[in-house]
């Protein structure tokens, strides 16, 4: 069974950075789509990033450019490189993972594997 922990989440100003960071373990590391999902409080988890096992990435409008998600096979690990920060991107960040590729890479729906969160919080 995987097993997903994130970290690296915290409290920055806006215009900073953050790197999220997603460790699997449980298993050899063998999901070909990852994602990163994230949740404001009494909103709906949104997306916000994905990186199949063809290294194709797949950016949500809000985040494309400011954000860059990558992963360490040799660590079993992927990452959520956020820059330039905003006060919008406060909310608890997810890390999910599925076996197989999908097009649906937006849809919560489609993965099988789910972290515990990290929360993120961006001050003004």
């Known amino acids: 069974q995987v097993q997903l922990v994130e970290s690296g989440g915290g409290l920055v100003q806006a215009g900073g950075s953050l790197r999220l960071s997603c460790a699997a373990s449980g298993r050899t590391f063998s999901s070909s789509t990852m994602g990163w999902f994230r949740q404001a409080p009494g909103k709906e988890r949104e997306f916000v990033a994905a990186l199949t096992r063809s290294d194709s990435s797949y950016y949500a409008d809000s985040v494309k450019g400011r954000f860059t998600i990558s992963r360490d096979n040799a660590k079993n690990t992927v990452y959520l490189q956020m820059n330039s920060l905003k006060p919008e991107d406060t909310a608890l960040y997810y890390c999910?993972?599925?076996?197989?590729?999908?097009?649906?890479?937006?849809?919560?729906?489609?993965?099988?594997?789910w972290g515990q969160g990290t929360q993120v919080t961006v001050s003004s």
């Open positions: 999910a993972a599925r076996d197989h590729d999908t097009p649906l890479v937006a849809e919560s729906q489609e993965y099988s594997y």
